[in-house]
Nanobody, 128 residues
């Protein structure tokens, strides 16, 4: 069965860093794009990044460009999100999700409805 499990969340001071991991099973990362989303209290879930399948590209939302880096480790079936220079506004529950079949590349930050499997999320809190 298809599964995605996030890990690595926690409490960090402003300016600090965290690395999130999305460990997947039941499918190959070669053929599916993976998205990171976050949801702050009282706000809608927003797309943070998209990383494509094999030989694909990466896309970030404007607010995290230059601070966040998404990467893949296909041998471990894992997608990571390195978050640097964290701000309180980055606080929220972070989710990873798999784009539906036929979306092996990231032409844009796809909406929530374009993803067919989701992890349960991991909490990231940026506070002093």
């Amino acid at each position: 069965q298809v599964q995605l499990v996030e890990s690595g969340g926690g409490l960090v001071q402003p300016g600090g860093s965290l690395r999130l991991s999305c460990t997947t099973s039941g499918f190959s990362l070669d053929y599916y794009a993976i998205g990171w989303f976050r949801q702050a209290p009282g706000k809608e879930r927003e797309a943070v990044s998209c990383i494509a399948g094999i030989n694909g590209n990466k896309i970030y939302t404007e607010s995290v460009k230059g601070r966040f880096t998404v990467s893949r480790d296909d041998a471990k079936n894992t997608v990571s999100l390195l978050m640097n220079s964290l701000k309180p506004e980055d606080t929220g529950v972070y989710f990873c999700a798999r784009v539906s079949e036929g979306y092996a590349r990231c032409s844009r930050l796809y909406p929530l409805t374009d993803y067919d499997y989701w992890g349960r999320g991991t909490q990231v809190t940026v506070s002093s």
